[in-house]
């Protein structure tokens, strides 16, 4: 068997442990890079990127539809069509740009590719099963990047008509009659982009409302718009399982009725499971937290020189999360002093409109036991929400009312992704509500809002 040694040994190539190999190898670490498919991981090749160039065709579709019905702002196209294989072929693309990009970098950096699968023999030591035989490396420091996969539901398991999100992806025609259980992440980015595709689309989630992780005041728009799109959301119901033709799901509402829905294809998005199993990793003597690897606040584990990142250790399981910690791993194996703060890791959900929540929720920043205040300002009296012809959500900051500290921010609206640095760098700065309030901020543009949501904060926003 051929042998190799290194410093560095990562396995997985996602977000969490290619951006941990490049930064290694910058920092002069010798590093092997195990990966067992594609490189990029979840994130470029059946999550964020596909998910967002799906989301992209269908909101430009969408749009032009619009156009077409009602020659809104005077405009007026032909009737639009979606060739849907182009529209898939034409992600496929950016997914292949991008992952033969992570190559690149990862070459240029230094560092050694290993194509396969590991299976892990002790803290310093993998197996790799590659097409050309078995290979063995040995590491002074071996980073865990394995990261998740979806969960499954077991009264519907994938398969058939039952998709995963990463099935989802590979359709090759928008179904007529979509079923997406979970009104989560996922299902909601998903839903909304196939029902904007011209799918019919039915949510079911079994929380009493959607996007159950953020505050109803948040998710309100999400929720009208999804009216308006023609979604039908079922909330407080489970899916039970199909039917014994497999056409028809069986949901069940919490109160005990029972109803049957129809649909070609049922998505499955009820959260992701960490990977875990089949690779040997029950051979070191790690410390889980439920079912994520435990770590400190530099990502070590449990066991000296064996360290873990991304998905593989908890939420929020999202890729900007996974890279800050591969960075700061290849930092600390290099003996530099560094420490994760999750304080102002935004969150983003792609949805329609986009929220963006960064920080404390007014719930959270009330259960701290100090003081909290908050002020909102709607994108109805923002003038460029209004010359984009959208002016549903608003920006909302959270503050210490004792000394005006910024909290947490949340927006929701059009286009409001675009915020989430600021926002971020605001929390992470420690700004308070005249920092921002004080910052001129240009015009005509959707981040005004936030500078009068702060001057609301001080009492005296000047647009409202
Ligand atoms: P992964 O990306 O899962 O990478 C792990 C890698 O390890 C994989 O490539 C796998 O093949 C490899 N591997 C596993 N075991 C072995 C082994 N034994 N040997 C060799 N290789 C192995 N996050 C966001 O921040 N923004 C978004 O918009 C967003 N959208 C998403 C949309 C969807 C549909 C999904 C599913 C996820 C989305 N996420 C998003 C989440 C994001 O994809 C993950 O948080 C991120 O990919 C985690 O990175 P990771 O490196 O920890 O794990
Ligand atoms: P999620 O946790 O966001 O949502 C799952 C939803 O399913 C929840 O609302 C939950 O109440 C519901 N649910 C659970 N069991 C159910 C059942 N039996 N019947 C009906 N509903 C049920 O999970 P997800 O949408 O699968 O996404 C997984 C993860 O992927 C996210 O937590 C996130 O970390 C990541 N992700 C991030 C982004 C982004 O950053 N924009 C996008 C997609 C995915």
Not at 220 to 243: D, H, I, M, W, Y
Not at 323 to 329: E, I, P, S
Not at 447 to 462: D, T, V
Request: aromatic fraction near 4%; glycine fraction near 12%; charge should be negative.
């Amino acid at each position: 068997m051929d042998e190799i040694a290194a410093k560095v040994l990562v396995i997985g190539g996602g977000p969490a442990g290619y951006v941990c190999a490049i930064r290694a190898g910058q920092l002069g670490l010798e590093t092997v890079l195990v990966e067992q498919a594609e490189f990029g991981g979840t994130c470029l090749n059946v999550g964020c990127i596909p998910s967002k160039a799906l989301i992209h065709v269908a909101d430009a579709f969408h749009a032009a539809q619009g156009h077409a019905g009602s020659g809104a702002f005077g405009l007026s196209v032909g009737s639009a069509s979606l060739d849907f294989a182009k529209t898939i072929a034409w992600k496929d693309s950016i997914v292949g740009r991008l992952t033969g990009g992570v190559k690149s970098l990862l070459k240029k950096s230094s560092v050694r590719i290993v194509e396969g699968r590991a299976t892990i023999e002790d803290g310093k030591t993998c197996i790799v099963s590659t097409s050309r035989g078995d290979m063995r490396i040995r590491a002074e420091h071996l980073v865990l990047a394995t990261g998740s996969e979806p969960a499954a539901l077991s009264a519907l398991p994938f398969g058939g008509s039952v998709l995963s999100s990463t099935d989802v992806l590979t359709l090759t025609a928008v179904p007529q009659h979509l079923v997406v259980v979970g009104a989560g992440y996922i299902g909601l980015e998903l839903g909304t982009a196939f029902a904007k595709m011209g799918a019919q689309v039915t949510v079911v989630e079994a929380a009493e409302r959607i996007l159950p992780a953020w505050d109803e005041e948040l998710t309100r728009p999400v929720a009208k718009r999804l009216g308006s799109l023609g979604v039908e959301v079922r909330t407080a119901n489970f899916a039970q399982g199909l039917t014994d033709d497999g056409s028809t799901l069986t949901v069940k509402h919490v109160n005990g009725d029972v109803s049957l829905l129809a649909a070609d294809n049922i998505l499955v998005a009820v959260g992701r499971k960490p990977r875990t199993q089949g690779f040997g990793l029950e051979r070191l003597d790690l410390a889980f937290d439920g079912p994520f690897v435990a770590i400190d606040r530099r990502c070590a584990t449990s066991m000296r020189h064996v360290w873990a990142i991304g998905d593989l250790t908890g939420e929020p399981m999202l890729a900007h999360r996974a890279m800050a910690q591969g960075k700061l791993v290849a930092e600390v194996i290099a003996g530099q002093r560094r420490e994760f703060d999750h304080r102002a890791i935004a969150t983003i959900c792609f949805t329609d409109p986009e929220i963006v929540t960064v920080g404390l929720l007014p719930e959270q920043a009330k259960a701290s036991n100090v003081s909290v205040a908050t002020a909102r300002f709607p994108f109805a009296a923002n003038g460029r929400a209004l010359t984009q012809g959208d002016e549903l959500g608003f920006i909302r900051v959270v503050t210490r009312a004792d000394n005006d500290l910024v909290l947490g921010i949340q927006a929701v609206g059009a286009g409001v992704s675009e915020l989430a640095a600021g926002f971020a760098l605001a929390l992470e700065m420690g700004a308070t509500v005249e920092d921002i309030a004080g910052t001129i901020h240009a015009h005509p543009t959707r981040s005004e809002a936030f500078q009068e949501a702060a001057l609301g904060a001080s009492g005296y926003a000047l647009h409202i």
